[in-house]
T-cell receptor, first 114, second 113 residues
Framework: AQKITQTQPGMFVQEKEAVTLDCTYD???????LFWYKQPSSGEMIFLIY??????QNATEGRYSLNFQKARKSANLVISASQLGDSAMYFC???????????FGKGTRLSVIA | GAVVSQHPSRVICKSGTSVKIECRSL??????MFWYRQFPKQSLMLMAT?????????EQGVEKDKFLINHASLTLSTLTVTSAHPEDSSFYIC?????????FGSGTRLTVV
């Protein structure tokens, strides 16, 4: 079975600073995908970044980058130059190959301080 | 981009009544829809997987007679909460999988009074 672990219930970061949100995963599947989503108070799920298990390079999307360490089974999200609008819940999720649902971690609440 | 329209966004209903939540894929065909429930300050938990034209597959502990899922067309999947009770109050959100990733509806906040 797949499992996602996010050990940081809450994080604070100063505006304009970088922050790393931790995510470790467990799976026996050789092919899988790792996702990060942002969920503001409105509840919508905003896709941030994706990393495939066979991708050689770490994924980057604007201010978001994914620090993928396959041997350690970690997929940490790095947000650079934090903005007040980054304050939200952040979920790490995993998918298996094929038409399968995402499995989510418990989430990390990020608060950006001015 | 791909959009899943979910309605209603908020609903308040009386205990014992039924509520239907719709998820409609606007510009693509969603053969599979995943339904999640999220309690306050918790993560998204998968309730069921619906495939167009077939019966939904429910996760362990989810009452199939209480949470009726219908996926009658490639663009519409519905979740009906029957005989709702206050403990069913939650945030319900659907997600369609595509080759390019997952598309989420905007969610439905259900309050049962």
């Amino acid at each position: 079975a797949q499992k996602i672990t996010q050990t940081q219930p809450g994080m604070f970061v100063q505006e304009k600073e970088a922050v790393t949100l931790d995510c470790t995963y467990d799976t026996s599947d050789p092919s899988y995908g790792l996702f990060w989503y942002k969920q503001p108070s409105s509840g919508e799920m905003i896709f941030l970044i994706y990393q495939g298990s066979y991708d050689q390079q770490n994924a980057t999307e604007g201010r978001y980058s994914l620090n993928f360490q396959k041997a350690r089974k970690s997929a940490n999200l790095v947000i650079s130059a934090s903005q007040l609008g980054d304050s939200a819940m952040y979920f790490c999720a995993m998918s298996r190959a094929g038409n399968t649902p995402l499995v989510f971690g418990k989430g990390t609440r990020l608060s950006v301080i001015a | 981009g791909a959009v899943v329209s979910q309605h209603p966004s908020r609903v308040i209903c009386k205990s014992g009544t039924s509520v239907k939540i719709e998820c409609r894929s606007l510009d693509f065909q969603a053969t599979t829809m995943f339904w999640y429930r999220q309690f306050p300050k918790q993560s998204l938990m998968l309730m069921a997987t619906s495939n167009e034209g077939s019966k939904a597959t429910y996760e362990q502990g989810v009452e199939k007679d209480k949470f009726l899922i219908n996926h009658a067309s490639l663009t519409l999947s519905t979740l009906t909460v029957t005989s709702a009770h206050p403990e069913d109050s939650s945030f319900y959100i659907c997600s369609a999988s595509r080759t390019s990733g997952y598309t989420f509806g905007s969610g439905t906040r259900l309050t049962v009074v």
